[in-house]
């Protein structure tokens, strides 16, 4: 059941923002995990086949298993697909820029991460700052911790919770729903039931 939701997590971010390609004859695979260095950096080219380390025009895949990946500086890549049972985390030091991240594992940030799209059918723990422009959509558990900040509320079916000792402050309801063309497909698919109006959150750091 897990990878049919994996499968329709990817077609939706694809209808969204294309976080795959459609292969061609003449395709280059795109850069996918083996964890052949037995390190666990996302930094040394040997844990990617073939040492295809993931460049801004790549989507990177981890496939699913039980690896643990580590990202500790900063990345530019086209999408992030994390699978089943995989670990991932983006720490303090790590800048993760891309269009769409899909995670199906367990994925920690305490960096930061911008992306038009971030699609979740794990765990997510946030502690640092995610900045999304187009769409949030949860059907797995979410937990923005007391020094995260996220800037939108998601759609689907997932859990999403905050620090209750760091409460969300201010904040405002978006007038203009940009993703209503997309409804009836999500809607469709089962990922997403409806989609309303975005609630963007602000929330207050800690000193």
Do not use: Y
Request: proline share 7%; glycine share 12%; hydrophobic share 45%.
């Amino acid at each position: 059941m897990r990878t049919v939701q994996f499968a329709v997590l990817l077609v939706a971010l694809f209808l969204i923002g294309s976080v795959v390609s459609i292969p061609t004859a003449h395709a280059v695979p795109p850069p996918t995990w083996n964890g052949a260095a037995h390190d666990g950096k996302w930094e040394t080219p040997s844990n990617w086949v073939a040492g295809h380390l993931p460049g801004p025009l790549d989507t990177a895949v981890i496939l699913p298993g039980a690896f643990v990946v580590t990202i500790s500086t900063a990345q530019s890549i086209a999408g992030l697909i994390v699978g089943p049972g995989d670990t991932v985390t983006c720490e303090s030091t790590c800048t993760l820029t891309l269009t769409n991240l899909a995670n199906s594992g367990t994925f920690t940030n305490f960096g930061t991460i911008t992306s038009k799209g971030l699609g979740n059918l794990g765990t997510f723990t946030n502690f640092g700052t995610i900045t999304l422009s187009v769409v949030f959509v949860n059907s797995g558990t979410f937990t923005n911790r007391c020094h995260g900040t996220v800037n939108m509320t998601p759609t689907g079916p997932g859990t999403f919770t905050t620090d209750p000792t760091c409460p969300a402050v201010g904040g405002a309801v978006a007038t203009v729903n940009a993703f209503s063309i997309l409804a009836p497909w999500l809607a469709v698919i089962g990922l997403v039931g409806c989609m309303g109006a975005v609630v963007v959150v602000a929330k207050k750091r800690e000193s």
